[in-house]
């Protein structure tokens, strides 16, 4: 009887053996399922990273070509609105110029016409008061 319960207990223990590989087996393919899973998942990820990477370096570029464009226009006009100012600022300044060559002109005609003026008052009062001298002494 001993060696029955001990053969039974055998029995046994390999069926629960032979269950436990099975089991052991079903965990192992399910775990190989699931990393595949994973793999695939990674795989389509990286995948879809790289459309959504080409995509906003496609946008970034337009960007960066559009602003590039923008700002070369910007610095353009601005060279054309300073080139405008300057020949309004270079008109401004040669009627200026020729302004005050004007009046230094005038200056120069006016001044030596009161110097002919004023010579002329003196020489008139020395050609009396040499005549009253004259009339002085002769007398």
């Not at 436990?20 to 399910?30: F, I």
């Not at 994973?38 to 990286?46: F, N, P, T, V």
């Not at 120069?108 to 016409?113: D, I």
């Given at each position: 009887?001993?060696?029955?319960?001990?053969?039974?207990?055998?029995?046994a223990r390999l069926i629960q053996r032979i269950r436990?590989?099975?089991?052991?087996?079903?965990?192992?393919?399910?775990l190989e399922s699931v990393d595949i899973a994973?793999?695939?998942?990674?795989?389509?990820?990286?995948a879809m990273r790289r459309m959504v990477g080409r995509r906003v370096a496609g946008a970034f570029s337009g960007w960066?070509?559009?602003a590039t464009s923008l700002a070369a226009q910007r610095r353009l006009v601005a060279k054309l609105v300073a080139r405008i100012r300057m020949r309004a600022a270079a008109c401004a300044l040669?009627?200026?110029y020729e302004f005050a060559s004007e009046a230094k002109h005038l200056r120069?005609?006016?001044?030596?016409?009161i110097r002919r003026l004023s010579q002329r008052q003196v020489s008139a009062a020395f050609a009396q008061w040499y005549a009253v001298w004259r009339s002085a002494v002769s007398s």
């Open positions: 009887a001993v060696s029955s319960r001990v053969k039974q207990r055998n029995a436990n590989r099975e089991l052991a087996a079903a965990l192992d393919g399910w994973r793999q695939h998942r990674q795989i389509a990820g990286r960066r070509d559009t040669d009627r200026w120069f005609v006016l001044s030596g016409a």
